[in-house]
């Protein structure tokens, strides 16, 4: 099981991906195994020397009790310290954005998929979309093209 953030290819330039693990309570992982998650408004913030994500949706449990989790509570990444110092200076130096793009299991363990970004213009979206749609008619072409 995997969840994508489809925006996020489309309104960021990806210049690095870095996988990090997440610190999650009982019922957000049972409602992540059953897919009820959304990466769509999420980013990524440092503060003191720790990684946490913001805004990332996890439906509560439906079987849960009062230990039930927040929804849109802010969670803590798990990654090395060499790792967030890099980041912390590309993100106050550049002006990047920490996106997460991919939520999956790694070895029963959760995984995100985080995306040093930069913003895209409305020029670079309408050209994204030019290529896309290109390589959709090159496919069409080409399919009825062998048979």
Excluded: Q, W
Aim: charged share 35%.
């Amino acid at each position: 099981m995997e969840v994508l953030n489809k925006e996020a290819r489309y309104n960021y330039f990806i210049l690095e991906e870095l996988e990090c693990g997440i610190s999650l309570m009982g019922t957000e992982i049972k409602s992540i195994r059953l897919g009820k998650v959304n990466l769509k408004d999420s980013y990524g913030v440092i503060r003191k020397g720790e990684v946490f994500l913001i805004n990332m949706h996890i439906s509560p449990y439906k079987e849960g009790n009062i230990f039930n989790h927040l929804e849109t509570r802010s969670r803590k990444l798990l990654l090395h310290k060499n790792e967030i110092l890099k980041l912390n200076d590309k993100v106050s130096k550049e002006g990047l954005t920490l996106i997460p793009l991919k939520l999956y299991f790694k070895k029963n363990k959760v995984k995100i998929l985080l995306g040093l970004c930069k913003g895209k213009k409305n020029y670079d979206k309408r050209e994204t979309i030019k290529e896309r749609d290109l390589k959709r008619e090159a496919s069409k072409l080409n399919k009825y093209k062998f048979k």
